[in-house]
């Protein structure tokens, strides 16, 4: 095959940052799939637009979802990337691997599809980017007797994802890489087979740092906090002060609540513990003096997405502290989001993400009918109009005025 | 042979070092020795060290092989991605640290992404594989990231910096909660192929993928027709049917959205906020967004307080007053209209000029 010319591409292998042409030009020594791509993308580059087709449905038996179809526009042009599919195997927890497991990987994609792949989707998924349909099913055998198994794609439950924590942060409030994968392997058939009217995503995010971004990338968003007061070390409070740490201006004086005041003289941290919001901001900026409390587990937050459809929404609160025990087997979570998928899967629209579905049909209705517990901490403020919808079994249906009268 | 239905991701565990194996949950505190390093210090007085490395995300098998021999080399065959695509080289032997940077350097790694930094730009799939794209997503993080680099490499910048890049309005890669938001955007209405649209397009699905109910059923033609004044560009309806081709490379092109962060820290969560509606598609190396990054990056460093991220700054100053000191047109383009336009209305007569 002559070489063919990319002076476009080409131009992104300057400079210092890792090039992602230089990537699929190694690939496309050994595949002719990725060949293909780096003409495609050319083109691409002149002609400022895209050309690749979705559609077609692509899977392997027994799943509803996990590969996604790919199709260039051209394919007389570009026969080997006609089909150009997406895989997603499910990640391991925090993205932790050992060589051994990351080679089976690499060796096992070299077998069958492009030799690209995305480490990793923004889900969380390892993405093995470019195959054909007849490889599809023989991909999925292999990587299964591997131990791999496929991510979601779809109206369904999509791959969860977790924070490093325990694992390697101190600030983890539960076990987010034993929540993640318990929790995942818990629901198994809502990931592989979608049956639900959009997708959902939940996310596991150690702290109120939330380095997963779940409050705003997840429906069910998994934030750890804890329940009392944060522990404060007052000798590792003098060695910050004996190291000259501006204690009152970066972190009292950036406290959202004021809760936190520094004593100059005795060099000690006091902290109002009704005031504090447990931000992180302090723990943040003086790890080795201030610790989360005792008392641990996780906010549990719904609806958050991005913009499509109706604009993009943070989740909020549902359950302000659930307690994210391993020996529980995580089973108070496992039993509230059933509750709320399945409120969602009864009203919900097609298309329709789990947090539009509550804004079109009301909070309110949605914490009744899922169970949830009422509490002033779901919201920043009550309503600020009279319009309840007032339960009408509760009041009183003589339809008569106060002497008796009919109305 | 037959694949294992449901049977899971691997297990973590068996991924995990032996330093974490022995030290999991305990974990005392961290520093950031240098640009690049994360030293962990559990109660035991174990210390982890973690080396920070940028990947293009979309990379090889070749690439992964020679990161596992660095692995192998340095850090008994364990490492971690993270969330934002960076690579991270477990060590427990803190005099492997520097050998191990000193190599990667030399093999052209970057290392850096820690504390006060930018640490990779989370994107889509661009130009490379996705359907709908306004424009590609690796090319401009690359071009911004070269540009950029210097934060990449050091901790000078006010507080950490995390952008995001989308390659189409659905703002996927998570540019709405970004400090940096860069979204492909396109200008114009879908173009409908009625050939195609009378051989396979599922009619009532693909009214009701329009979100402000701009396409409407044309049972004479066996087709629908678009009322373009009520089409905001997104492409929801080309997802449905490719019958709808939206890509249109003399307008499409790139926006900026700025201000939104995830973590609890100090101030709520927040969303991105559009300052720049509208810049060109400059393949392949798009001088004017990395110039508009750079010039409101130089303006945060210049302006905010130490630890204080791009939205918090500029909610301190006020939007009105971070278009004065920028310089940046404010116009109609920049006043919401769709569904919570409201919520951002000034209510009140109290404002900078």
Redesign the interface.
């Known amino acids: 095959m002559t070489e063919k010319k990319t002076p476009?591409?080409d131009?992104?292998e300057?400079?210092?940052?890792?090039?992602?042409?230089t990537?699929?030009k190694?690939?496309a020594v050994k595949s002719a799939a990725?060949a293909e791509?780096l003409q495609v993308?050319e083109r691409?580059?002149e002609?400022?637009?895209?050309?690749?087709?979705?559609?077609g449905i692509v899977g392997?038996?027994?799943?509803g979802g996990g590969v996604i179809g790919?199709y260039v526009d051209e394919p007389e042009t570009y026969p080997n990337i006609a089909e150009?599919h997406?895989v997603r195997i499910?990640?391991?927890?925090?993205?932790?691997?050992?060589?051994?497991?990351?080679?089976t990987?690499?060796d096992l994609?070299?077998k069958h599809g492009s030799?690209?792949?995305?480490?990793?989707g923004?889900t969380g998924d390892i993405i093995l980017?470019?195959c054909k349909t007849e490889h599809i099913?023989p991909i999925?055998?292999d990587?299964?007797?591997a131990?791999?198994?496929l991510g979601g794609s779809g109206s369904c439950l999509r791959t969860t994802?977790c924070?490093?924590g325990?694992?390697?942060?101190?600030y983890?409030c539960y076990?987010t890489?034993e929540a993640c994968?318990n929790i995942?392997?818990e629901f198994?058939?809502e990931l592989?087979r979608p049956m639900w009217p959009y997708k959902s995503k939940i996310k596991f995010s150690g702290c109120?740092?939330?380095?997963?971004?779940?409050?705003?990338?997840s429906d069910i968003s998994v934030?750890g906090t804890w329940r009392d007061t944060i522990r404060i070390d007052q000798d590792a409070v003098k060695e910050y002060a004996a190291n000259k740490f501006p204690i009152q201006s970066?972190v009292c004086d950036?406290?959202?609540t004021g809760c936190l005041t520094y004593n100059n003289e005795t060099q000690e941290l006091a902290v109002i513990a009704e005031d504090c919001t447990?931000?992180?901001?302090c723990i943040?900026?003086m790890?080795?003096a201030i610790q989360a409390g005792k008392e641990k587990g996780a906010t549990i937050l719904v609806g958050g997405k991005?913009?499509?459809?109706?604009?993009?929404f943070?989740s909020s609160v549902v359950i302000p502290f659930m307690k994210m025990d391993v020996e529980d087997d995580f089973e108070e979570f496992k039993d509230t989001v059933r509750r709320i998928w399945e409120w969602w899967d009864e009203n919900g629209k097609?298309?329709e993400r789990i947090g539009e579905t509550i804004f079109r049909l009301g909070m309110g209705k949605f914490l009744r009918e899922a169970e949830i517990p009422i509490v002033p901490q779901q919201v920043f403020r009550p309503r600020a109009n009279p319009y309840v919808f007032w339960a009408q079994e509760d009041l009183d249906k003589s339809g008569t005025a106060l002497d008796g009268t009919a109305l | 042979?037959?694949?294992?239905?449901?049977?899971?991701?691997?297990?973590?565990k068996?991924?995990?070092p032996p330093i974490?194996l022995d030290n999991?949950?305990k974990?005392?505190?961290?520093e950031i020795p240098r640009s690049g390093v994360l030293k962990?210090v559990s109660e035991s007085g174990a210390a982890?060290f973690?080396v920070r490395v940028?990947?293009?995300?979309?990379?090889?098998?070749?690439?992964?092989?020679d990161?596992?021999a660095l692995?192998?080399e340095f850090c008994d065959?364990?490492?971690?991605?993270?969330?934002r695509?960076n690579i991270e080289f477990?060590l427990s032997d803190e005099a492997k640290v520097n050998p191990l940077i000193e190599t990667l350097v030399a093999k052209?790694?970057?290392v850096g992404g820690t504390g006060a930094a930018i640490s990779n730009i989370?994107h889509?799939q661009?130009?490379?594989?996705?359907?709908?794209?306004a424009t590609?997503a690796?090319?401009v993080?690359?071009?911004v990231?070269?540009d950029l680099?210097e934060y990449?490499e050091s901790m000078k910048l006010p507080a950490k910096l995390k952008m995001g890049l989308a390659c189409c309005?659905?703002?996927?890669?998570?540019?709405?909660?970004s400090d940096i938001g860069i979204v492909g955007v396109h200008r114009t209405p879908p173009r409908i192929d009625h050939d195609k649209i009378r051989k396979g397009t599922e009619i009532p699905?693909l009214v009701?993928?329009c979100?402000t109910g701009a396409i409407r059923p044309d049972p004479k033609n066996k087709s629908v027709v678009v009322n373009e004044e009520k089409c905001m560009y997104?492409g929801?309806c080309y997802?449905m049917s490719?019958a709808m081709e939206i890509?249109d490379?003399r307008n499409?092109g790139i926006a900026i959205l700025i201000g939104?962060k995830?973590?609890?820290?100090?101030?709520a969560?927040s969303?991105s906020r559009m300052v720049i509606p509208f810049l060109p598609?400059n393949?392949?190396?798009w001088p004017e967004v990395t110039e508009a990054i750079r010039a409101i990056l130089e303006l945060w460093i210049a302006n905010a307080d130490?630890?204080e991220r791009l939205g918090e700054w500029v909610e301190r100053i006020g939007w009105e007053r971070f278009f004065a000191l920028s310089g940046l047109p404010f116009s109609d383009m920049l006043i919401d209209d769709?569904?919570?336009a409201r919520e951002t209305f000034r209510t009140g007569a109290a404002f900078k000029y």
């Not at chain 1, 030799?115 to 990793?120: D, E, K, Q």
């Not at chain 1, 109120?208 to 990338?217: K, L, Y």
Request: glycine fraction near 8%; aromatic fraction near 12%.
């Open positions: 476009l591409l131009e992104l300057k400079g210092k940052w890792p090039s992602f042409v990537e699929i190694r690939a990725s791509l993308l691409s580059y002609e400022r637009r895209g050309h690749w087709k979705h559609g392997v038996r027994g799943y790919r150009f997406t499910n990640q391991p927890s925090g993205f932790f691997y050992n060589t051994k497991t990351l080679r990987i690499c994609w070299e030799g690209l792949t995305n480490m990793h923004s980017l470019g099913q999925f055998d990587y299964s007797e131990g791999f198994d994802n924070c490093v325990p694992g390697r942060c101190e983890a076990d890489l994968y995942t392997n198994m058939d592989h109120a740092n939330d380095c997963t971004g779940a409050i705003a990338r934030i970066q950036k406290c959202p447990r931000c992180h901001h943040n900026l790890p080795k991005s913009t499509i459809v109706q604009s993009a943070m097609t298309r | 042979m037959a694949a294992k239905l449901d049977q899971g991701p691997p297990n973590y068996e991924m995990l974490i999991y949950g974990w005392k505190y961290h962990h982890l973690s940028a990947t293009p995300r979309l990379v090889s098998i070749d690439f992964i092989r990161v596992c692995a192998d065959g364990f490492l971690r991605w993270t969330t695509n477990l052209g790694f970057a989370i889509t661009g130009w490379v594989h996705c359907h709908t794209p590609d690796s090319g993080v690359k071009a990231m070269d680099y990449f309005l659905n703002m996927c890669g998570s540019t709405h909660c699905s009701a993928s979100p997104c929801n997802t490719p890509y490379a499409d939104g995830v973590s609890n820290a100090r101030s969560p969303f598609n393949a392949p190396r130490k630890g769709y569904i919570f």
